[in-house]
């Protein structure tokens, strides 16, 4: 079973920069459709950006033109740059493989943004 360990996170101000990486472990990610997903306080997990195989990137309408997403299959890896970040960023963010999102036990940690002045 794939295991993933995001990194990446901390805290910030209004207008910074952050990129985040996910480490996938126990199995292949290379031919999987890949997403970054939001968790604000108290809302739910919402995907933010995806990538699929051949690289492609699709995100949602609040983080478009800030944030990339991208993959380095040779190290198993996935990262999410931020610019711009807003304290409507802040959440804990986590990476998953898009046909997993349902299965509660196919998530990490995840890795803790806030953006505060």
């Known amino acids: 079973q794939v295991q993933f360990v995001e990194s990446g996170g901390g805290l910030v101000q209004p207008g910074e920069s952050l990129t985040l990486s996910c480490l996938a472990s126990g199995s292949n990610i290379n031919r999987d459709q890949m997403g970054w997903y939001r968790q604000g306080e108290g809302k739910q997990r919402d995907l933010v950006a995806s990538?699929?195989?051949?690289?492609?990137?699709s995100y949602a309408d609040s983080v478009k033109g800030r944030f990339t997403i991208s993959r380095l299959n040779a190290k198993s890896t996935v990262y999410l740059h931020m610019d711009k970040l807003q304290p409507e960023d802040t959440g804990v963010y986590y990476c998953n493989r898009l046909r997993d999102a349902q299965r509660p036990d196919s998530w990490g940690q995840g890795t803790q943004v806030t953006v505060s002045s």
């Open positions: 990538i699929g195989i051949s690289g492609r990137p």
